[in-house]
């Protein structure tokens, strides 16, 4: 009988912790619905059919501000004068979310603008047209005297901004120079070394006196074993909140599923992705930036050597300019791949000039980058690298 009356106890016990637990879930829950807002979906990409205009548009989240509001009737208008059917690319991790599901329709336009007014209403819209119409790719200044090539990715392309917001544009405005830009968003070392033979094959009929290589820290070759290791991570640049690359779809499914029923999972999914993954993902940078961790950094060097050597055989000057990623810049993380770098360029007769120094002494503790889950580099950050940029190339 007693027997009986200690496990009665402890079924008793173990009902009140249940009870207190899931008393202390409902009124964190309340809390963070009245506090906070976490982010239901990370950014939607779409193209217009005909391939002249793109669009990335995100999550309304505390601070974050674009161009266009898709709650707003008149910003409603100006997208949909700007596309006639629009699809979209919607994250393989982005499941069980309901209106975004018929965004893979095939529906009219302003039937999607609906359904993205409903989860990803702040947009931006890129000119994507034959290169030598968009601004976004050519920019040439009345009374302009010298033409500048630019190599690089998202971050020369200008992901998450204006035409008029991207560093060509800046640079084009700060030195008075037409500059025309190869960049490609996701483009990396093997794709910048494309963007360099056509820049020299495009070079006798724009006069290029400099190409300008602008090289982010995702950029170089890297081992089979570092490669499979970063598609368990975020890249520092776009946040994934539903799970990542590696995950089973049965469980990116379940954690999708829970996330679109409770705030405080996507709370929680936050603060793991840009927290915990972060430092996972700060650590994959500095070894690929370690000579013995990763062999094929010295490869990458050897390919940009080769490029330097061929613009110069062809009268053309070129500089790898380093633009750090959007972080803490006052505890920046990565400053000793930084210094790997010029090391290495100096070795290698590079010439290489870094924005970090820059960065840190001109951020002002300003935020840098487009959107909380989008850390490429913001308006503000691309007049910082542009005005630095302008400065060191007029210098020499």
């Known amino acids: ?218 950029d170089p070759y890297m081992t089979t074993e570092l490669a499979e290791r970063l598609s368990g991570l975020n890249d520092l640049m776009i946040v994934r909140l539903q799970g990542t690359l590696s995950t089973p779809r049965p469980l990116s499914w379940l954690i999708g599923w829970v996330e679109e029923r409770s705030a405080l999972a996507r709370a929680f999914a936050f603060q793991v992705s840009t927290r915990f993954t972060a430092g996972q993902t700060v650590a994959w940078y500095r070894d690929i930036h370690d000579p013995e961790k990763n062999p094929r950094l010295i490869e990458s060097i050897e390919a940009i050597s080769r490029m330097s050597n061929a613009a110069r055989q062809r009268g053309i000057d070129f500089i790898v300019m380093v633009y750090p990623l959007m972080l803490d810049m006052d505890h920046y993380p990565l400053i000793e791949a930084h210094r790997t770098l010029g090391h290495l360029a100096k070795s290698w007769s590079i010439e290489l000039y870094d924005l970090l120094p820059v960065f840190q002494r001109e951020h002002g503790g300003t935020t840098l980058f487009v959107h909380p889950l989008d850390l490429h580099p913001s308006a503000y950050a691309q007049t910082i690298a542009a005005t630095a940029a302008a400065a060191y190339l007029k210098k020499r």
């Open 1 to 218: 009988m007693a027997q009986i009356t200690i496990s009665r106890s402890k079924l008793l016990a173990g009902v009140a912790v249940l009870c207190s637990v899931g008393l202390g879930l409902v009124c964190s829950e309340i809390m963070v619905r009245l506090h906070f807002t976490p982010p239901r979906t990370e950014p939607i990409r779409l193209d217009d059919s005909r391939g002249n205009v793109g669009a990335l548009c995100f999550p309304r989240m505390s601070g974050a501000s674009l161009p266009l509001d898709l709650n707003r009737p008149e910003d409603q208008a100006k997208f949909l004068n700007l596309v006639d059917r629009i699809h979209a690319n919607v994250p393989e991790s982005v499941l069980g979310k309901g209106e975004l599901e018929r965004l893979l329709e095939d529906v009219a336009a302003r039937e999607m603008v609906s359904a993205l007014a409903q989860e990803v209403p702040l947009c931006v819209t890129y000119d994507l047209r034959a290169l030598e119409l968009s601004p976004r790719f050519l920019v040439a200044p009345a009374g302009f005297k010298d033409t500048i090539a630019l190599l690089g990715d998202s971050f020369v392309f200008g992901h998450g901004l204006t035409d008029a917001d991207t560093f060509t544009a800046k640079l084009a405005e700060k030195m008075h120079v037409r500059v025309r830009s190869y960049a490609d968003a996701g483009a990396n070392l093997a794709e910048i070394r494309g963007q360099f033979s056509q820049a020299l094959a495009d070079a006798k009929r724009f006069k290029f006196s400099k190409i300008v290589y602008v090289y982010v820290p995702n």
